[in-house]
């Protein structure tokens, strides 16, 4: 199993990321995907969350409006787009597969946002 996660980096607070999770190994349209960030001193939270079908989402109330998470069945890969950045949003960010008691992570992105 692999969670390969992309596209993190420095950003200007008011910019723009785009967050990749390329998935291997398993059924991912069986899975619920989901984004966790971890900032430094503080524990893992959930950001955002979508369905196996991708018809369910749901948003950690700070990023709501602005960040907006999605996912590509055929491709295997779920995406976070990160909107209107704010230096509160620096943190490494995590995909994560969740079914049941089963749950598979990502080794992390690092996303900064700094003048």
């Known amino acids: 199993v692999h969670l390969v996660e992309s596209g993190g980096g420095l950003v200007q607070p008011g910019g723009s990321l785009r967050l990749s999770c390329a998935a291997s190994g398993f059924t991912f349209s069986r899975y619920g995907m989901n984004w966790y960030r971890q900032a430094p001193g503080k524990e893992r939270e959930l950001v955002a969350s979508?369905?196996?079908?991708?018809?369910?989402?749901t948003y950690k109330n700070s990023v709501k409006g602005r960040f907006t998470i999605s996912r590509d069945n055929a491709k295997n890969t779920v995406y976070l787009q990160m909107n209107s950045l704010k230096p509160e949003d620096t943190a490494v960010y995590y995909c994560?597969?969740?079914?049941?008691?089963?749950?598979?992570w990502g080794q992390g992105t690092q996303v900064t946002v700094s003048s």
């Open positions: 979508i369905s196996s079908v991708g018809i369910s989402t």
């Open positions: 994560n597969a969740q079914r049941a008691s089963v749950a598979y």
